[in-house]
Every structure is written in structure tokens, then in C-alpha cells.
């Protein structure tokens, strides 16, 4: 079954820092991955889809096929960033806990 | 987005009650989903409805029951709540394929003394 891990439960960085939230995947093939995010007291949207290879937020993701992974990465951390984070591949409606990323000032 | 609406926001209710928390959308999507979030536990899947005739469980469906009334509408059913039950609900919506990515709505708080 195609599967997700995102190791890390919290990530607190000062602002400025860069920022990587980690996904590994453990299935092969050439998956397509989700990033979604949730802002306080907000629903989950959709931040980036990698095959978009977009940069939204001044966040990327780009899949590591060596690594089996998709990492979330932003340069330099905004207070703004702070939300939780999930990673998910793409037709599997599992979310898992994710990523509460906190920015600090 | 308003285009996935749940109601209520808010509900605070007594153990053993019944409560329906209840989702449509504009979106004319025919996938539509239920989680709930837990500190610490993310989210987790309880029903999922591909379409009107189709009903599935999720991760964690005991104690809870679900209606699909029509494309745009599914709602969830607590029978008998419990506190444990107490989290945050939320409504999703996707395309037919399954590589579109899923809208959601605002959630319900639900807290059951």
C-alpha cells in the first residue's frame, strides 16, 4: 500500500531560519504527492502538488526518487508559516498527524 | 472557498445524544469525505462516499454512521455520543479521478459533555 511518513510531529524554527518539513514515501514508482496546509482555526488547503513544480509561499517540494521523499522547504521562515502541515500522496484519502510547524519571532 | 459548507460551526451537546453534523457543496464533485482532528493525531478518515450509491468506512467508523442524500450532500451521525467523540469534524470534497486534491470545509467543533 502506498504510504506516507512525516517523522517529525512538531518543528519549531526562529524567523528567518530555513525550514524543511520531511515526507519519505515507502511504495516505488513515480508517486504523485500532495502538500496541504492548515493555518489556525482555518480548513485544510491545498499548498502544492509536485508535479505543479510551483513555488507557492515561497515554499518547494521536490520528490527525491533516491530518497523516497518529498520535502516541504522554504528558505527563510515566515511567523505566518506557522500551521500544520500534511503530506499525502496523491488518491489516498489518509492525511496521517502531520507537521505543526511554529515559527518563532 | 465557501463551496463545502458544514453545519454546524459549533455544537456542544450531552453524552448519549444524537447529533448529525452535515456538509454540502458547490463544487459538483462526486467524492466526499468525513475526518476527524485530534491534537496530535491529524486527521483521521471515517466514511467516504464516491457517489450517491457508494459508501465506505474509513479508519474510524465505530460509532459513527453517514447519509449520502445526494451529490452534493452527506452528512454524519453520531448515535449515541460520547466524550471521546469531542474533536474537530471536517467535510471534503474531490473530483472524480483520483488525482484531483480535496477541498475542504470549515469544521465543526463538537464537544460532548
Known amino acids: 500500500a502506498q504510504r506516507v511518513t512525516q517523522p517529525e510531529k512538531l518543528l519549531s524554527v526562529f524567523k528567518g531560519a530555513p525550514v524543511e518539513l520531511k515526507c519519505n514515501y515507502s511504495y516505488s514508482g513515480s508517486p504523485e504527492l500532495f502538500w496541504y496546509v492548515q493555518y489556525s482555526r482555518q480548513r485544510l488547503q491545498l499548498l502544492l502538488r509536485?508535479?505543479s513544480r510551483e513555488s507557492i509561499k515561497g515554499f518547494t517540494a521536490d520528490l527525491n526518487k533516491g530518497e523516497t521523499s518529498f520535502h516541504l522547504k522554504k528558505p527563510f521562515a515566515q511567523e505566518e508559516d506557522s500551521a500544520m502541515y500534511y503530506c499525502t500522496p496523491m488518491g489516498d484519502m489518509r492525511f496521517g498527524a502531520g507537521t505543526r510547524l511554529t515559527v518563532k519571532p | 472557498d465557501a463551496d463545502v459548507t458544514q453545519t454546524p460551526r459549533n455544537r456542544i451537546t450531552k453524552t448519549g445524544k444524537r447529533i448529525m453534523l452535515e456538509c454540502s457543496q458547490t463544487k459538483g464533485h462526486d467524492r466526499m469525505y468525513w475526518y476527524r482532528q485530534d491534537p496530535g493525531l491529524g486527521l483521521q478518515l471515517i466514511y467516504y462516499?464516491?457517489?450517491?450509491?457508494?459508501?465506505n468506512k474509513g479508519e474510524i467508523s465505530d460509532g459513527y454512521s453517514v447519509s449520502r442524500q445526494a451529490q452534493a450532500k452527506f452528512s454524519l451521525s453520531l448515535e449515541s455520543a460520547i466524550p471521546n467523540q469531542t474533536a474537530l469534524y471536517f467535510c471534503a470534497t474531490s473530483g472524480r479521478t483520483g488525482d484531483q486534491p480535496q477541498h475542504f470545509g470549515d469544521g465543526t467543533r463538537l464537544s460532548i459533555l
Open positions: 462516499s464516491f457517489d450517491v450509491k457508494d459508501i
Open positions: 509536485h508535479i
